[in-house]
């Protein structure tokens, strides 16, 4: 089984998959690893890249960050506004409809982030497209699905299709070493709970990157 990841596969994913009942990602914490990487930079211009429902995105404007925040979703782009709204950071988060593997943004981030964004592109293409939006100086945080032998082809969320993962080597010698300095590179396992109360264990990896001035 493949998946397309066009419009028509997120929008459903969105109003279907992840509602509003309880454990729904409509309603997830900003991703762990958004902190832990981003907590020690100055606040900037910043490019959430495949936002949802906005958690990472309003995690960066309460910090002090200028956000873009695009999707090709309008239903996670919703779902995201309200909550931008609910914690009154509407006037730091401009939220922008959009396919990523066609839009520009015009303008260059001090910090472009994406976590779990899968595009209709390969996912290395599509890391090394946002790559380019990075200013001299910025930094680019990726939190993938990470390719391992438990990897499925059964459906995004609990096990992810193999076409939306990568390796940590597929990254890292994705960005030239002469424009980048790469600061953290890993992988990572941890618990996250779904509907029902159980809990299902993601398989992630991490990359930070500073883009050399």
Request: with cysteine; glycine share 8%.
């Amino acid at each position: 089984m493949t998946h397309s990841f066009d419009r028509a596969y997120w929008q459903q994913h969105w109003q279907q998959a992840h509602g509003d009942r309880p454990g729904s990602m409509a309603g997830n914490p900003p991703n762990p690893y958004l902190a832990q990487e981003a907590a020690g930079l100055a606040p900037g211009t910043a490019l959430d890249a495949g936002c949802g429902a906005g958690a990472e995105a309003i995690w960066l404007a309460s910090n002090g960050w200028q956000v873009t925040a695009a999707d090709i979703s309008a239903d996670a782009l919703a779902r995201a506004a309200d909550r931008a709204t609910t914690s009154g950071l509407t006037e730091t988060i401009r939220w922008v409809e959009a396919d990523l593997t066609a839009w520009e943004p015009g303008m260059r981030f001090d910090l472009v982030t994406t976590h779990y964004a899968h595009p209709t592109m390969p996912q290395l293409a599509f890391y090394q497209r946002i790559a380019d939006w990075v200013t001299p100086g910025g930094t680019l945080l990726i939190v993938g699905h990470l390719h391992s032998p438990e990897t499925t082809s059964h459906g995004h969320g609990h096990h992810p299709p193999a076409e939306a993962t990568v390796t940590l080597a597929d990254i890292t010698a994705s960005l030239d070493t002469a424009e980048w300095e790469i600061v953290t590179a890993k992988e990572h396992q941890r618990p996250v709970p779904v509907p029902g109360g159980q809990t299902v264990t993601l398989h992630d990896v991490v990359v930070r990157a500073t883009h050399r001035p």
